[in-house]
């Protein structure tokens, strides 16, 4: 009951700012979520490689040269999220 009430106010609320709104919100929380990923794996590659990869038991632990890597590609993963979360902001005329 709690979700359908739920799911029904979020669909009013969708339907009453626009229907072009909503896809916004997707792909906003989409991006925030990336983005935070891709700041995990720059931050803690160690960390982010035993969340997705090292709790499986037959999985012995890369070489540092991975860590490295997944550095560097969590820091343009994140650079492009920032930029796509922004843009809209940057570029936007102010109508």
């Known amino acids: 009951m709690w979700n359908m009430?739920?799911?029904?106010v979020i669909y009013v609320f969708l339907m009453d700012v626009g229907p072009g709104i909503g896809i916004t919100i997707v792909i906003t929380v989409f991006l925030i979520i990336w983005t935070i990923l891709a700041l995990a794996a720059a931050i803690h590659p160690r960390l982010f490689w035993n969340v997705?990869?090292?709790?499986?038991?037959?999985?012995?632990?890369?070489?540092?040269?991975y860590f490295t890597c997944l550095r560097v590609l969590g820091i343009i993963l994140s650079l492009i999220g920032l930029y796509l979360l922004f843009s809209p902001m940057i570029y936007s005329t102010g109508q």
């Open 5 to 8: 009430l739920t799911l029904e």
């Open 52 to 65: 997705t990869q090292g709790w499986k038991k037959a999985t012995k632990e890369p070489p540092k040269l």
